[in-house]
């Protein structure tokens, strides 16, 4: 975590000495007179003012609200810089020593830097796990794995997506395949139990035996419990699967030890390295080495999945690496093994349990009943809110969260409650204190909404148009905006200062 004081000041340092190291380095470029050169190496401020306003208009908007979207974080200069760096020039189709061109003696270090200390993040044994850095993000990992393990219209499943699942784990509706992943592969839902919103590993069981997947998804994107992935694994041989876990939520708490690591049970693991991670956005493949089990015979099956997810993610899937984002994970696993990072985790948990109870004791349904994590799912049906009329207001008074769809509901195009994280305030610095702030920030403004919604009557359209018309509720919504703005520019953040 950050001191805030301490970091605004440090950063307005960092920062002035970066542009004036830009700067001089310009002169020296200039004085060799080249004029094309000189235009290259000109600042984006001075030659793209338009654009250069934009990104400063939303990293205003990043420091003065309240980010509360589960699966975002800030990042650090440190990853910053490696996303700004040479790196970005380079080609270098294939994995370190395997290229398909030349000049890439250091992007081949690189690489092999961030595929050790990925393994290092998650006290892995390069004799069992190897990793894959490559994957552009979460979605090109997800489907690397089932390109490279399923074949095609082989069987997936994963939790659905109106339960707190991800697209990638085969989302599909009544009407279309949505996910590419239920076009190209069979995908089978699994559920939570309506009545507690939690997995029903029962369920999943009895329908995998009916339908005999080749890989069971156990990962969430809304999902506020630890999963049970000895459970999983169970299951799993009993239909003779594949675990692939998701982690892409967790990843940041699974490396800081602070909840149950899915590495023991899983054949695969996949991440983004964005979110609770905190490092820039990518993804990783992890996937096991050597013996998979030995048969009753006495038969010894080993893992054949390193070749098969490399070349699924290239030749397969994609091109050329993004070895910008390759340096930038290894610099974010290296920040994994930092007492900070540990101590930030655990303040993230913290946080969420602190929300969870502070809008339980004001009288909101939370979802399971709390959190184990870093997220939690608040049922608005009590209050009589939908998830967009909610979303809508906290966006109105700068805090941003996303609608989502609760355990029960019947549309996911109108859900009834909204999805609330910590990663993101807590590596601005805020502490239990300041989510008791948070939390009466977002009861004030539930309750106005709850007030705009009984004039407007149900239709979105309706309460916007009486939100922004309305006198009374309009000069409401601008001071509670001004309270979340004035409270979160108090908050320091990582980065550059304007951009
Ligand atoms: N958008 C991310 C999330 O919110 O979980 C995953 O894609």
């Not at 089932?146 to 339960?163: F, K």
């Not at 006495?298 to 910008?324: C, R, W």
């Not at 018309?469 to 980065?495: C, H, I, W, Y």
Request: with cysteine; aromatic share 8%.
């Amino acid at each position: 975590m950050f001191s805030r004081s301490s970091l605004i000041c440090k950063h307005h340092l960092l920062h002035s000495s970066f542009r004036v190291l830009v700067k001089r380095s310009f002169q020296k470029q200039s004085k060799m007179g080249d004029s094309a050169l000189k235009s290259l190496n000109s600042n984006l401020w001075d030659t793209d003012p338009e654009l250069y306003d934009l990104i400063k208009k939303e990293k205003k908007r990043q420091c003065s609200g309240l980010e509360m979207i589960a699966s975002e974080n800030f990042t650090s200069i440190a990853v910053m810089q490696c996303l700004g760096s040479c790196l970005s020039n380079k080609y270098s189709e294939g994995l370190p020593g395997q290229r398909y061109y030349g000049g890439n003696e250091f992007i081949d270090q690189i690489e092999i830097l961030a595929q050790k200390r990925s393994l290092e993040a998650y006290n892995l044994n390069a004799e069992e796990w190897g990793v894959n850095v490559q994957p552009l993000s979460g979605s090109p990992a997800n489907f690397a794995v089932y390109t490279g393990i399923v074949e095609p219209h082989g069987r997936i499943m994963g939790l659905d997506l109106p339960d707190g699942g991800h697209l990638t784990h085969g989302f599909f509706t009544q009407q279309k395949k949505i996910s590419a992943t239920s076009m190209f592969f069979e995908s089978m839902p699994y559920k939570v139990n309506p009545d507690n919103g939690l997995i029903d590993y029962d369920e999943l069981l009895k329908t995998a035996r009916l339908f005999k997947p080749k890989l069971i998804i156990a990962g969430t994107s809304c999902y506020s419990r630890v999963l049970d992935y000895k459970r999983f694994k169970e299951i799993c041989d009993d239909v003779g699967a594949y675990l692939m876990s998701d982690m892409a939520h967790i990843s940041g708490l699974v490396a800081a030890g602070v909840t149950p690591s899915p590495f023991e049970y899983s054949d695969i693991v996949t991440t983004t390295t964005h979110k609770s991670l905190r490092g820039p956005r990518s993804g990783v493949i992890f996937f096991r080495k050597g013996v998979r089990k030995v048969t009753p015979k006495g038969e010894t099956i080993m893992y054949d999945l390193e070749s098969k997810i490399n070349q699924a993610v290239f030749p397969g899937l994609q091109g050329g690496p993004h070895n910008h984002q390759i340096a930038a994970v290894a610099t974010a696993m290296k920040q994994t093994k930092e007492p900070e990072f540990v101590k930030y985790q655990h303040q993230v948990v913290s946080n969420a349990k602190m929300l969870a109870s502070g809008l339980e004791s004001r009288g909101y349904k939370i979802v399971t009943g709390g959190t184990d994590l870093h997220v939690l799912l608040v049922d608005l049906r009590n209050v009589k809110l939908t998830g967009s009329k909610a979303e809508y207001i906290l966006e109105e008074v700068s805090i941003a969260c996303n609608k989502n769809t609760v355990p029960g509901d019947k549309s996911a195009l109108n859900p009834s409650g909204i999805r609330l994280g910590t990663p993101a305030l807590t590596t601005r610095g805020l502490v239990e204190k300041d989510i008791s702030i948070v939390v009466d920030l977002i009861d004030r403004t539930l309750k106005l909404a709850i007030e705009i919604s009984q004039k407007s009557g149900p239709k979105l359209v309706d309460y916007k148009n009486v939100l922004h018309t309305d006198e009374v509720f309009s000069k409401k919504v601008a001071t509670l905006r001004n309270e979340v703005q004035e409270f979160s520019n108090k908050f320091s953040m990582p980065g550059y200062d304007e951009y």
